[in-house]
């Protein structure tokens, strides 16, 4: 079983950053892709962003403001967000894809913007 835990969240003021990250447990099992989705109120979840070992890519909302990385060697992915606007207020999971595992989610953190 693979736990994923996700920290930063906060109260930030419209244009300003905040950055999350997102711990794996380790096991003996591989992680190949880390990613994060959010999801407002009313709202489905959606898309934000996955790394893996040879790519990063985006939703096309966000592109230029939030960037993912990864610490392979803490098991350890990160969401850098800048810019923030009010509509990026949500609860923002982070999730990670271990070999023959299924997807492995995490509990939330809430993110809002709001002067």
């Known amino acids: 079983q693979v736990q994923v835990v996700e920290s930063g969240g906060g109260l930030v003021q419209p244009g300003g950053s905040l950055r999350l990250s997102c711990a794996a447990s380790?096991?003996?099992?591989?992680?190949?892709?880390m990613g994060w989705y959010r999801q407002a109120p009313g709202k489905q979840r959606e898309w934000i962003a996955t790394?893996?070992?040879?790519?990063?890519n985006y939703a096309n909302f966000v592109k230029g403001r939030f960037t993912i990385s990864r610490d392979n060697a803490k098991n350890t992915a990160y969401l850098q967000m800048n810019s923030l606007k009010p509509e990026d207020t949500a609860v923002f999971y982070c999730?990670?894809?271990?070999?023959?595992?299924?997807?492995?989610w995490g509990q939330g953190t809430q993110v809002t913007v709001s002067s």
């Open positions: 790394i893996t070992s040879a790519s990063t």
């Open positions: 380790k096991s003996s099992n591989s992680i190949y892709a």
């Open positions: 999730y990670a894809d271990k070999t023959g595992l299924p997807r492995q």
